[in-house]
């Protein structure tokens, strides 16, 4: 039986049903809908409208229905509508009379709300453990590497010189960022809409804040209306995801570079790749590129549910159905793809050599400019100089450090011979002594600062602590 079908003289016309139905994704909620639904039962016999022998019915159905929901063995129906629907069913099969008091006084609209604020919070606390893994992988392999010097590139040309160790902190430290922004998301779900009816709040008795406590809540929602129709936290969710999705994009196609045979920096285990149907030397990153591809469905759900909410007038609408598939989409994507990239970073390896013969005299021309500020000429008029010498070295087709002393004081009088000592990549990475520098302290500093954050929860704490 329809729950809403004495009102109509037609019956649902089977098209509008398979439309309408939203059970082949919601029934993932049956383990909070089962819990809501035991949680409401107390609080409607605490209230008076529940009889100790009907609460123990329904306690006891519900216990049932969880456990063939679990085994696997519950039978879901055609004419079940959404978990809700296929809940209650099953309940009234198993208890009678009894299951058809649990629906007083509330709606599905705050049913499925509670519902689904239950579910992200779980999901954000599953994420942020997957986020905090491969923050954590990055962070072992910046202490084994933290002084191994390599090309830091902008544009993705050769820049400066920067270290294993400040390479992989620089993509750490994002990923405590995203965990502390999951973190904010479980708190922006952590109101209870159970209570909130249809739209203006319910008529029965119930005391709300202690079924947020039951529940796990902090607090009910303040305003009934605005209890069933927010979806803040979904698009906070997904926010959170589709920006885990850039940072991971971002490691990946690093990495898929620094593993190619013109880079060679580092060396992927076989565990995490693949190979080819056709070309048997193939060695293919494809969790990498699987991770720099999914960012793209990550915003895609990001920018579907804000199309879908931009313009609902009030309440509960319809659209709002369309607010689950996007971050249980979100979730999958992102669990799947943590474990993976978790291990491929904890079992890669560098190549310390590799990266040791790309450190071209190039990468330390901002050293030499400071040679020059450091003898009082305007780091303007220093910029402008050591960039002539590379010109006069590249015409000349010879790098710099080849230069003469003639060569150095026709540009400027006081670039001396001793100049080119600051071709150096350790004494380059040693000058950079400030936070976040790549000098030795520099580096140790930082990693002590990033596990302390790992440890304390907290990304922006570290920061305070600094």
Not at 411 to 432: F, K, M
Request: hydrophobic share 40%; charged share 25%; glycine share 8%.
């Amino acid at each position: 039986m329809k729950l809403w079908g004495g009102r109509t003289s037609k019956s649902e016309d089977p098209a509008v049903h398979r439309l309408n139905a939203s059970l082949s994704f919601d029934r993932r909620l049956y383990r909070e809908d089962l819990e809501g639904s035991s949680a409401w039962a107390g609080a409607l016999a605490a209230a008076g409208l529940l009889g100790q022998d009907e609460l123990e019915d329904i306690q006891r159905g519900l216990e049932a229905v969880r456990l063939e929901m679990e085994s696997g063995d519950f039978e879901f129906h055609q004419e079940d509508e959404d978990i809700h629907t296929a809940v209650e069913r099953r309940l009234t099969e198993l208890i009678g009379a009894a299951a058809g008091k649990l629906h007083t006084g509330r709606s599905r609209n705050d049913q499925v709300a509670t519902d689904f604020r239950l579910w992200v919070m779980r999901a954000s606390e599953a994420l942020q453990s997957l986020v905090e893994g491969l923050a954590r992988a990055l962070g072992d392999q910046a202490q084994s590497g933290l002084m191994a010097p390599m090309p830091g590139y902008t544009h993705l040309q050769p820049a400066q010189v920067v270290t294993w160790g400040h390479w992989c902190l620089a993509h750490a430290w994002p990923l405590l960022r995203d965990r502390d922004r999951l973190s904010r998301v479980r708190q922006s779900a952590d109101s209870l809409p159970l209570g909130s009816g249809a739209l203006a709040g319910t008529s029965v008795a119930i005391d709300r804040t202690e079924l947020a406590r039951t529940l796990g809540f902090g607090e009910p929602v303040r305003n009934s209306l605005d209890g069933v129709s927010d979806r803040d936290f979904a698009l906070e969710f997904l926010f959170a995801a589709a920006v885990i999705g850039v940072h991971l994009s971002r490691l990946a196609e690093q990495l898929i570079v620094f593993s190619s045979r013109e880079f060679g920096f580092v060396r992927l285990d076989d565990a995490f790749t693949t190979g080819s149907s056709l070309m048997p030397q193939k060695r293919n990153p494809d969790p990498l590129e699987l991770a720099r591809g999914k960012s793209g469905r990550l915003i895609g759900d990001l920018t579907g549910l804000l199309a879908s909410l931009k313009a609902l007038p009030s309440a509960y609408d319809k659209d709002l159905q369309e607010d689950k598939e996007p971050v249980f989409d979100a979730y999958d994507s992102l669990a799947s793809l943590l474990p993976p990239l978790t291990g491929l970073v904890e079992s890669l390896e560098i190549n310390r050599d590799r990266m040791l013969e790309r450190l071209d005299a190039d990468l330390m021309a901002t050293d030499m400019a400071d040679y020059l500020v450091d003898k009082g000429v305007p780091f303007r008029e220093a910029h402008h100089h050591v960039g002539e010498l590379f010109r006069m070295a590249e015409e000349r087709g010879q790098s710099v450090d080849r230069l003469s002393a003639s060569d150095l004081s026709s540009v400027h009088p006081a670039l001396e011979p001793d100049v080119l000592d600051r071709l150096d990549p350790v004494r380059s990475l040693a000058q950079r002594g400030a936070i976040g520098g790549t000098s030795r302290s520099a580096l140790e500093a930082q990693l002590i600062a990033f596990r302390d954050c790992l440890g304390s929860g907290s990304a922006e704490s570290a920061e305070s602590d600094k």
